[in-house]
């Protein structure tokens, strides 16, 4: 079973700050770990509240701060959904 990381910030409500979306990416990564988190863009909806680059560099933050590697940040953006979805990449 896998997570998709997505939806923060459409449903975070107005005025949001990447600090309001905190605590959610730590906890996905808690229940999940970086093993079986992946990275979900949800375009277009996310255009309702930001862009596709705001969301990749609020992730990328949350994901070093929270002490993760290289490698277990290329698993959530690529790997993971690579080996889920099965597509041979």
């Known amino acids: 079973m896998c997570v998709k990381l997505s939806d923060l910030p459409p449903y975070a409500g ?7 979306l905190r605590p959610y990416i730590a906890a996905t990564l808690d ?44 698993k959530i953006y690529r790997d993971n959904a690579n080996s889920f979805y099965r597509l041979g990449l």
């Open 14 to 20: 107005p005025n949001w700050t990447p600090a309001d």
């Open 31 to 74: 229940a999940f770990g970086p093993e079986r988190t992946i990275y979900a863009g949800d375009y277009p909806i996310l255009l309702q509240s930001t862009n596709l680059t705001q969301w990749v560099e609020i992730l990328d933050e949350a994901f070093a701060d929270l002490g993760l590697s290289e490698a277990e940040t290329r």
